[in-house]
């Protein structure tokens, strides 16, 4: 049980309401509400104030009842690890003002995801209406005008990622430096991934079922009478079902993984940190080789429609490398 619930307990348990304990704390009934609503933490005057109205010690009132989480993972300091002997500060605001920003910045992003998944849509429908129309002006023009939207929306996603990536950039330490949180942050953090979690499964699962759903009017479609436009507004439909899907993924996946980084979980432990941190410039020499492997593919075969499968290959291999390079260290130790 975190300070905020025990507070709020506590409270109830003596009848008094938030005002009450404000009056006998000498503070605003608003710095009660903050405090059992985790946005803030009382000062240690007031802790002791509060343990001696409420007739507890401060020990019951500062730890925090603790409980390993399966698949718990030590965060001590590995030995010979001397760069990450000192952890980097991480206050309560510090954690409120981060997971608003990543709030506020993952339904942008998301919706920049999403524009660039149905970012071809208009270009299919106006190409398949050039064709109808068998006038070969109105083909080209409909081929500019769809390509023109095209890369219209897609600038207007680059500059999404753009503003946002800025915005959370100033976080990137979260990914490479062990965390020293202040006390109460991760009681606090864990509560709110604990509330968080019934809407990134729902979202998770509907973005799932619109995936899948997404190739049903592709299909209905092939039952009747073959008509080259009905195909082509039905691929517009499943881009748009499969945008929406992944909207739900980014959405609630960029959320969710600003808990894990706090706490340091997943991918983001103490000893992915120290790995992390020895694989950065490997990284930047791998993603450059692979950068220039796909351009020198691409414009001697001409043929990027093909080249492009590139990515995927290079994305699994690249943890193999990491892998690779891991076991190397390790054997030289």
């Not at 608003?30 to 507890?56: A, C, N, R, Y």
């Not at 698949?71 to 300091?77: A, L, T, Y």
């Not at 965390?179 to 991760?186: C, Q």
Request: proline share 3%.
């Amino acid at each position: 049980m975190i300070l905020a619930e025990k507070i709020m307990r506590l409270r109830k348990q003596k009848g008094w309401s938030q005002e009450e304990l404000a009056v006998r704390l000498n503070v605003s009934r608003q710095s009660v509400s903050k405090w059992e609503s985790m946005t803030s933490l009382p000062d240690l005057d007031k802790i002791i104030k509060m343990s001696e109205l409420f007739g507890v010690s401060t020990d019951y009132l500062l730890k925090d009842e603790i409980e390993e989480e399966p698949g718990f993972e030590p965060s001590e300091k590995p030995v010979g690890e001397e760069e990450f002997v000192k952890r980097r500060p991480f206050s309560l605001e510090e954690t409120n003002t981060y997971m608003a920003t990543v709030d506020s910045c993952a339904k942008k992003m998301a919706a920049g995801v999403c524009a660039c998944v149905v970012c071809a849509v208009p270009l299919f429908v106006l190409t398949g209406l050039g064709e109808v129309a068998k006038v070969a002006m109105l083909h080209r023009t409909a081929d500019a005008l769809g390509l023109a939207i095209l890369l219209l929306i897609v600038a207007c996603a680059v500059v999404i990622f753009i503003v946002n990536g800025m915005k959370l950039g100033k976080y990137d330490f979260l990914d490479r430096e062990p965390l020293d949180l202040e006390y109460g942050v991760e009681g606090i953090v864990k509560a709110r991934k604990e509330a968080f979690e019934p809407t990134f499964k729902l979202r998770i699962a509907i973005g799932v079922a619109l995936c899948i759903v997404s190739i049903v009017p592709l299909c209905v479609s092939s039952v009747f009478e073959p008509v080259d436009m009905i195909y082509v507004i039905m691929v517009g439909v499943l881009l748009i079902f499969v945008a929406a899907g992944v909207y739900q993924f980014v959405r609630v996946g960029l959320v969710y993984e600003s808990f894990q980084k706090i706490l340091e979980k997943g991918d983001y432990t103490y000893y992915k940190k120290i790995e992390n941190k020895k694989n950065d410039n490997l990284s930047t020499v791998y993603w450059c080789c692979t950068v220039a492997l796909y351009l020198l593919l691409s414009f001697l075969t001409n043929e990027w429609e093909i080249t492009w499968i590139i990515w995927p290959v290079a994305g699994v291999l690249y943890a193999a490398v990491c892998g690779i390079a891991a076991m190397v260290r390790k054997n030289r130790k």
